[in-house]
C-alpha cells in the first residue's frame, strides 16, 4: 500500500502540471492560483467531515501553518508564471530541486554537515538545474533567463517545506494542518485577485475553471497520499518514489502537450539528473 500512495502521490503531482499548462491558455495566474486552492481546500473540508480527526493544534503551530500557507500561495504562483513561460517539462523538474536550497539553508543557517552521498546528490541536482537552464541557439547556448523564475519557486517551496515540518510536530493530524495552510493560501489568493489592477475571478472562463478546478483536486489527492505514505511506510521507499513525479510531467507533456512542449535529450538529461540529486538527498539527510 505505502509504494502505491508513493506513486499515486507522483502520478498526481504530473498532472497539476499538465492541467495548469492547458487551464493557463484560457485564463490566468491568478486565476490558476485561486481556483487551484479553492478545490483543494474543498477536497480537504470533506475529508475532514468524513474522517473528523482530533482538531487539537497549538497556537505556535497555528501561526506556521499561517506561515506555510502564505509561502505556499507565493511558491504556486512563480510556479504558475513560470509552467506559463517555460511549460511544465522545464518548471516543474526544476521546482522539485527544492531539497537542494532547503540543504544550503540548513547548512548555512542550522550548522548541518552533509555526509558525502548528500553532496553528490546537491551537486547531480545542480547540474541538471543548469542543463535545463541553458537554452541552445545558433550563437551559442546562453542562460535562460526565465528560469531564474523557476529557481525561485524552488527556494521558497524549501522554506515552505522546512516550516511544515516543524509545523507538523504541533498537530495531532497533518489534515487539519494541511487544511489551515490551504485556507491561508486561498484568502492570500483572493486578495491578490481582488487587490489587482483588474480583478479576473469574476470573469473565468468554463475551460480556464476546469482545468484549474482538476489541477486543485489532484493536488488535495496526492497530499493525502504522500502524508499517508511517509506515515504508513518507510522514508527510504516514499522518497524515490514520490520524487518520481518530473517524470510523469515529462512522459504527459510528451502526450497530451504536443505541438505545446516539445521534449528534448537536454530536458530529459536534465531532469534525471535532478531526480537522482533529490533521491540521493532524500535518502541520506
Not at 42 to 69: E, H, K, M, Q, Y
Not at 110 to 126: C, F
Request: aromatic fraction near 10%.
Amino acid at each position: 500500500m505505502t509504494i502505491f500512495l508513493a506513486l499515486a502521490a507522483a502520478f498526481l503531482f504530473g498532472w497539476i502540471a499538465i492541467f495548469t499548462k492547458k487551464g493557463l491558455a484560457f485564463g490566468n495566474v491568478r486565476q490558476s492560483v485561486a481556483v487551484t486552492f479553492g478545490t483543494d481546500l474543498a477536497f480537504l473540508a470533506c475529508l475532514l467531515v468524513v474522517t473528523r480527526p482530533a482538531f487539537r493544534i497549538s497556537w505556535a503551530g497555528l501561526g506556521l501553518f499561517v506561515f506555510d500557507g502564505m509561502l505556499a500561495m507565493v511558491g504556486a504562483a512563480i510556479l504558475f508564471v513560470s509552467v506559463h513561460r517555460l511549460g511544465p517539462a522545464i518548471a516543474y523538474p526544476i521546482k522539485n530541486a527544492a531539497p537542494l536550497p532547503a540543504l544550503l539553508l540548513a547548512v548555512l543557517f542550522l550548522g548541518e554537515q552533509p555526509g558525502l552521498a548528500v553532496v553528490a546528490g546537491a551537486l547531480l541536482t545542480a547540474v541538471g538545474v543548469i542543463v535545463l537552464s541553458l537554452q541552445p541557439v545558433k550563437g551559442g547556448i546562453p542562460w535562460k533567463v526565465d528560469t531564474f523564475i523557476s529557481v525561485l519557486s524552488a527556494f521558497i517551496f524549501a522554506l515552505d517545506n522546512i516550516i511544515r515540518r516543524v509545523a507538523l510536530q504541533e498537530v495531532d493530524t497533518p489534515l487539519v494542518g494541511l487544511f489551515v495552510a490551504v485556507f491561508v493560501s486561498l484568502v492570500c489568493a483572493f486578495i491578490w485577485d481582488v487587490t489587482g489592477p483588474s480583478p479576473t475571478l469574476l470573469k473565468i472562463k468554463p475551460r480556464a475553471a476546469l482545468f484549474f478546478g482538476a489541477s486543485g483536486l489532484c493536488q488535495g489527492i496526492g497530499l493525502v497520499c504522500l502524508y499517508t505514505a511517509l506515515q504508513s511506510g518507510l522514508v527510504s521507499v516514499v522518497v524515490p518514489l514520490y520524487n518520481l513525479s518530473p517524470l510523469f510531467v515529462l512522459l504527459f507533456s510528451w502526450l497530451f502537450l504536443k505541438g505545446v512542449e516539445k521534449i528534448t535529450g537536454r530536458i530529459l538529461a536534465g531532469t534525471l539528473s535532478i531526480v537522482s540529486g533529490v533521491i540521493l538527498i532524500g535518502l541520506n539527510s
